[in-house]
């Protein structure tokens, strides 16, 4: 499975972004897809998981009320709204598609993984 993250840049504190994962293929629609992000110096960590059909969400407590994962199985594609960004959200952000049956909040539960999108949140 490909995946290409796109939608990152830079944005103001306050602002918005949305990000989307692409997946061309039939077989999007099988997996259960993830972000994860990874600030400088820091290691990556789980952001939002959304299971295949779409009707499961998780999110990071960092993240809660403020970010929206969501799919479209028809369009091969997973987006994450975030909204109210922070400067400490900041990271490049990895979309996932998950194949092992490990927690949904580590990576090793992750076998396929998008190039990476930035986001810079500015004070």
């Known amino acids: 499975v490909q995946l290409q993250a796109s939608g990152g840049g830079s944005v103001q504190a306050g602002g918005s972004l949305r990000l989307s994962c692409a997946a061309p293929g039939r077989t999007f629609s099988t997996y259960a897809m993830g972000w994860f992000r990874q600030a400088p110096g820091k290691e990556r960590e789980f952001v939002a998981h959304i299971s295949w059909s779409g009707g499961n969400t998780y999110y990071a407590d960092s993240v809660k009320g403020r970010f929206t994962i969501s799919r479209d199985n028809a369009k091969n594609t997973m987006y994450l709204q975030m909204n109210s960004l922070k400067p400490e959200d900041t990271a490049v952000y990895y979309c996932?598609?998950?194949?092992?049956?490990?927690?949904?909040?580590?990576?090793?539960?992750?076998?396929?993984w998008g190039q990476g999108t930035l986001v810079t949140v500015s004070s």
């Open positions: 996932a598609a998950r194949t092992g049956r490990s927690s949904i909040y580590t990576g090793a539960s992750y076998g396929y």
